[in-house]
């Protein structure tokens, strides 16, 4: 416990934390050039125009994880996965998986839902379909969109971001 609470009070929001989701040093200056300023700002226009965007969905995810919230997006990712799965062993199997990680009462990245539709899901997932996880990735989907979204669109991690997309556009048009 005093190990996590330690993590807590060292939490940075800094650029130095999304580093993971920027290419090697030699290449920012070639991934600046696909990521503009207008793409930075769409993400602040809708959540799905963030999470359609590999480097907003990057950029996201890694602010979650400096909130130590990262499960959410991780479970929507897996539903997105699961639903693309054709044979129903596969879906089964990822079925299980899914429900193991963030859906049990026990799962180690439990994501926040109500008794009953963790429940409705436990009964659809018996016989797993391609929708049998909608209705809690939904919930998840607005729970993200509601409250972690607007955090990270105000937060220096996106900001810091933003900025330095406008300066790199600014340089390069000089």
């Not at 005093?2 to 929001?13: A, V």
Request: glycine share 2%; net charge positive.
């Amino acid at each position: 416990m005093k190990t996590r609470l330690g993590c807590l009070s060292n939490k940075s929001d800094s650029c130095s934390d999304f580093s993971e989701f920027l290419p090697p040093a030699q290449e920012r200056s070639t991934r600046y050039l696909k990521l503009s300023t207008d793409e930075v700002t769409r993400w602040a226009d809708s959540f799905d125009a963030l999470l359609s965007n590999k480097y907003g969905l990057a950029a996201f995810r890694t602010f979650l994880k400096s909130e130590f919230s990262d499960e959410n997006i991780e479970f929507w990712l897996a539903c997105e996965d699961y639903k693309k799965s054709k044979s129903p062993a596969k879906m089964m199997s990822k079925a299980n998986k899914i429900y193991k990680e963030f859906i049990d009462v026990h799962a180690p990245r439990e994501v926040n839902i109500d008794h009953r539709t963790r429940e409705e899901t436990k009964q659809r997932l018996l016989e797993p379909t391609p929708n049998s996880l909608s209705e809690v990735q939904a919930k998840v989907y607005s729970l993200m969109e509601k409250d972690s979204y607007p955090r990270f669109i105000r937060s220096k991690i996106y900001q810091d971001l933003l900025n330095r997309t406008q300066i790199y556009c600014q340089r390069k048009s000089v």
